[in-house]
């Protein structure tokens, strides 16, 4: 499968690949230390983790596997959708739960309000700089944004489509027990802002077109 830009284009060869893998890995291992760093701070989850924690907490397994498993069955929903997984959609789904229960064994866990609030905010930053990284390296949507954008091609607008999804998502982990709060609202209102300006700073840009010689 060929590696297209935003725009449909084919990406041309002289893009730095190594650059390009970098920014991906590097998105999405932050993207795991976010998720962390909200749920250690108790005071709302990311929508998504909001639900993996509700089902971690009636499984025994970690959040992280959860999030792995999680990832795999929304990629099963693309199927009748007819989306096609790129390589950042599978590194979506192996590295970032990995990197929460990684990020899970190193960081300590607050208990005034204060370092819980920095926690918050930082998870917020931290997706916000991983989202410019990872969709900025242009090697494809992650599971759960490919499911966003499927949905928007049969119709829905792409705002009805991911509040739909993350009504639904944040409303069963809730019902399951995952961490709902302050934390969710600011990261549904902020994101969206933030990601805006950081992935025009990490998004991968084509190298100036030769000026052609006069024969």
Known sequence: MALMTEQGKPLPFRYKLASRLARLLVGLLLYGA?????????????????????????????????????????????????QWPGLGTIANMLIIGPSVDLT???????????????????????????????????????????????????????????????????ALGFLLGGTFGAGTILFAVAIGPLAQIFLPVFAVRRAPEPIPQPA
């Open 34 to 82: 976010s998720i962390q760093f909200m749920i250690a701070s108790r005071l709302g989850n990311q929508p998504w983790s909001v639900l993996d924690q509700g089902i971690a907490r009636h499984t025994g397994l970690t959040v992280g596997t959860i999030v792995v498993i999680v990832a795999g069955l929304v990629l099963i929903c693309w199927i009748p959708l007819r």
């Open 104 to 170: 899970a064994r190193f960081l300590p866990e607050p208990h005034a309000m204060l370092p819980r609030i920095s926690y918050m905010v930082v998870g917020v930053l931290l997706c916000a700089v991983a989202t410019g990284l990872y969709i900025g390296a242009q090697f494809g949507p992650g599971p759960r944004d490919g499911l966003m954008t499927g949905l928007a091609r049969r119709g829905l607008s792409i705002r009805l489509a991911r509040t739909l999804i993350e009504i639904t998502v944040v």
